[in-house]
């Protein structure tokens, strides 16, 4: 969905967790927050809350259908084979479904205000067309007694700016209605305005009132059909409002800051049968906040600009700097012939600019070899190839797997191999209408190179085989990387992927064993990894795996997430993070420089080689700044964007 665009209705609320209720109202982005990063975390987490509830939906449905029997192998577990009719459908998929834990108040993000409050209102209110309208029914007691209601939600300082619009759908001759904000520690029975910690623009003598009954002249009446705007500027405090599309200009001094952080859009009205209608963002609003919102933004990137960065790292000056950053982000990837091209155009444009006739020196050739090597290693777990991936390290880089600090890294590495190998089973499984070529999988059980069918019969012992000769040929890798650092230059073939057992014709039979394969291999690796003193986290995850066989087809299933190939990156760069920190434990490769942030703060990426590219720290450091003021304050920090307004897209 595009953050853009006005969505359909949904059933959960973005940031409120799992829920049933269907009357919540759709997830929808005002126009003039499309670019805030608060509304595309609030998107986010919507996303995930719906992929939650459909799961939990699979699950509701899948306990509720009856299972009939079979003889399938995918029904075993990894930790005991059961008989032909054990079925663990609806115990399995209890154990692995997994909702979020309940987050705290503070670690929610706030979401957007969306309708009328049907807790925040007096009875002399009455809620209206999907909680946007509201119309007064009361009969007040007192001259100056009302009724005012509040809005679901706060507005977030995140948002830098935050506005709304109400239509007058009716207002008498003699009607008072009140629009602006207040907390939740602000009366009701009054309007907005006239209370403690409460500001608004009243249509009957067009006074703006902050926080008393004695209001000063702002801007013009307003009646029935006026659009009236209201907006708060929480960098400057600055609170404003509109008519008719018209920017009336600031309404109040700034607001105290302790104040600021919970105020609720609120209107409020004291005659029969006046009624307003609120948009919060579903639709368009008849001022330009689009425009308002585009330049606060230049007007806070023109002032990062203008901040002297010339001894941000001395002795380098800011192009020196930036030219590093990236050539070292380049190297760490492992694009050592970009980088080089790189370096050298840098150097060519300097002695273009000095004059000078200076010589190119290319980066250290150890330093290539490692991240070539590293780019090899990373380049096999994004393509699935787990057993590529897995001799690669160990001929490079021997010890950094058998390391205990890195054993986890080496348990999710070899788990996620099972897990490829389940990918592949449900490919088949997804094509058995159809005959079987494998041709755009690189399978971690299959040799490298395409695999075809043929007629040899399966023999059990062939498994035993493999596995003997795996250990061999492991064995043997690691004997000639002990032998001196010049084998890094080297090519190993790796052709010899560790093989299914030999696949009989037909895509029933290759299904089957390689069923057979990858139970073989689950047992693997619950010998190795999940004994007694097995931590809990590990047997979880082993638990996790043995759910994929409680489904024929587990890409169709509500543990269909455990195969996402997105989950590759993650253990990759795990891996490559392990290799690095043992590189720089050897003092293999230099020292990394250190990295200053922007906006003044002096922050220390790495003493050593870091996990990820300085710039990568750079800029993930800069975004939880970034994050942590807006919320803190709403100030300059809500209106900039790391991706898209300092990197571009």
């Not at 009446?221 to 405090?237: E, K, L």
């Not at 490829?420 to 159809?434: I, Q």
């Amino acid at each position: 969905m595009d953050m853009g665009e006005h969505s359909g209705p949904v059933l959960v609320r973005p940031g409120s967790g799992w829920r049933s209720n269907r009357t919540d109202p759709p997830f929808f982005t005002p126009s003039y927050l499309s670019r805030s990063r608060h509304v595309h975390r609030l998107h986010r987490e919507h996303r995930r809350d719906l992929e939650e509830q459909r799961e939990m939906a699979r699950q509701d449905s899948i306990s509720h259908q009856p299972v009939p029997p079979s003889n399938n192998s995918s029904t075993v577990s990894l930790h005991k084979t059961p008989t032909a009719h054990t079925i663990y459908h609806r115990g399995i998929v209890q154990d692995v479904i997994e909702r979020s834990p309940p987050q705290s108040e503070e670690d929610k993000t706030c979401p957007l205000p969306s309708r009328w409050s049907e807790e925040d209102k007096p009875s002399g209110l009455e809620i209206q067309g999907e909680g946007t309208e509201v119309r007064f029914i009361g009969s007040p007691k007192t001259s100056d007694e009302a009724a005012s209601i509040r809005s679901d939600h706060p507005m977030p300082q995140e948002c830098g700016i935050y506005y709304y619009e109400v239509t007058i759908m009716s207002r008498g001759k003699d009607g008072m209605i009140g629009i602006g904000f207040s907390t939740k520690k602000a009366s009701l029975y009054r309007l907005p305005g006239w209370e403690n910690e409460s500001w608004a623009y009243h249509g009957d003598d067009g006074y703006a009132f902050a926080m008393t009954a004695s209001g000063k002249q702002y801007g013009p009446r307003f009646a029935s059909n006026d659009v009236i705007g209201c907006g708060v500027n929480f960098r400057t405090g600055e609170a404003f409002f509109t008519k008719n599309g018209v920017y009336l200009g600031v309404a109040f001094p700034p607001i105290p800051s302790d104040k600021i952080s919970k105020l609720h859009p609120s209107v409020g009205m004291k005659k029969p049968n006046e009624h307003l209608r609120v948009n919060f963002g579903q639709t368009p609003f008849v001022f330009d906040i689009d425009r308002m919102m585009e330049q606060e933004r230049h007007t806070i990137m023109n002032d990062i600009r203008k901040v002297d960065v010339e001894q941000l790292h001395p002795p380098d000056d800011q192009h020196t700097l930036i030219h590093k950053l990236i050539g070292q982000y380049l190297a760490h990837e492992g694009y050592v012939e970009t980088a080089r091209a790189f370096s050298q155009d840098v150097h060519e444009q300097l002695n273009a600019i000095s004059g000078d006739t200076l010589p190119f020196e290319p980066p250290e050739s150890d330093d290539d070899v490692h991240a070539v090597n590293r780019q090899k290693i990373r380049k096999s777990i994004l393509d699935g190839d787990i057993d590529r991936a897995l001799k690669y390290t160990n001929s490079y880089y021997p010890h950094v797997l058998e390391d205990q600090r890195n054993r986890d890294i080496y348990f999710r590495l070899k788990c996620r191999k099972f897990i490829e190998m389940m990918r592949r089973y449900a490919e088949l499984v997804a094509t058995t209408s159809s005959p079987i070529t494998v041709t755009k999988f690189v399978a971690p059980f299959e040799r490298h190179n395409q695999i075809e069918a043929d007629d040899q019969a399966y023999d059990p012992e062939d498994e035993d085989d493999a596995d003997d000769t795996q250990m061999e040929l492991d064995d043997q890798l690691q004997r000639e990387t002990s032998k001196s650092l010049d084998l890094l230059t080297d090519d190993i073939d790796m052709d010899a992927s560790q093989e299914m057992p030999p696949s009989r014709k037909g895509s029933h039979n290759k299904q089957e064993d390689l069923q057979v394969a990858a139970l073989a291999y689950g047992r693997e690796l619950q010998m190795e990894f999940g004994g007694h003193d097995a931590k809990p986290e590990t047997k979880k995850e082993l638990l996790d795996l043995g759910a994929i066989w409680a489904y024929n087809n587990p890409a169709e299933s509500p543990i269909a997430g455990l195969l996402d190939t997105g989950k590759r990156g993650v253990i990759a760069e795990e891996v490559n993070g392990a290799i690095l920190g043992r590189l720089l434990l050897n003092n293999v490769i230099p020292k990394a420089f250190i990295c200053v942030l922007m906006f003044g703060y002096w922050f220390l990426v790495s003493l050593g080689k870091p996990s990820s590219a300085a710039l990568e720290k750079l800029c993930a450091q800069t975004e939880a700044l970034l994050d942590e003021a807006a919320a803190k304050g709403g100030g300059a920090a809500a209106f900039v964007r790391v991706c898209g307004d300092l990197l571009a897209p």
